[in-house]
């Protein structure tokens, strides 16, 4: 605990002086802005586009609904782990820790940004396996904000991508035998 803590509080959350990097604040706050649906659900109808997917609607519609089925499947597991394991936020825990904002309303093990955005990375990976580092890096790049925005530790992310990689194996082991092509 006293490591994850001394990460959160080794990123500045203030505007930086001339010189020093604005990109976690940024990110943190653009991934907040945004949330795990519109930028994923944006990628998830550039992918359909860019691999024609849109000339044939069956395919497009398995693919719009495999990334949904993962997302709800993970938010249900995240949410049920959540309420499980009861964990207090950073700046519950350690008052000299500022958040960028507020705290979600519940509580911070795992993190719900984490699990969602891998659950949409693994689905899209699976779905569009060229691009799957760029998915992956993004995923990431959610989660990561969050420890960057003071509202949740390091174990809250691993967590979170671990467990949604793990609800995503589940479907796509179900959609690779659905007798889909």
């Not at 930028?39 to 586009?49: E, F, V, Y």
């Not at 689905?123 to 969050?146: C, G, H, I, Q, V």
């Not at 194996?169 to 007798?179: C, F, M, Q, Y």
Request: with cysteine; aromatic share 12%; hydrophobic share 40%.
């Amino acid at each position: 605990m006293a490591t994850e803590l001394a990460e959160l509080k080794s990123v500045p959350r203030v505007i930086p002086s001339a010189g020093t990097s604005f990109v976690p604040i940024r990110l943190g706050y653009f991934w907040q802005g945004v949330g795990t649906i519109k930028p994923w659900n944006d990628l998830t109808s550039l992918k359909i586009s860019e691999y024609r997917l849109d000339q044939n609607p069956p395919r497009a519609a398995r693919a719009y609904a495999l990334v949904h089925i993962a997302y709800y499947d993970a938010l249900i597991a995240c949410f049920d782990a959540k309420y499980a394991y009861w964990a207090i936020r950073p700046n519950q825990l350690d008052p000299s820790i500022t958040p960028l904002f507020p705290n979600p309303n519940h509580p911070s093990y795992p993190s719900a940004h984490a699990s969602l955005s891998e659950a949409h990375a693994a689905m899209l990976s699976y779905l569009f396996p060229r691009d799957t580092e760029f998915f992956k890096s993004l995923a990431k790049e959610a989660a990561d904000s969050r420890v960057w925005s003071g509202i949740h530790y390091r174990s809250d992310l691993v967590a979170g991508l671990t467990q949604a990689d793990a609800v995503a194996g589940l479907i796509i082991e179900r959609a690779k035998n659905d007798g889909s092509q």
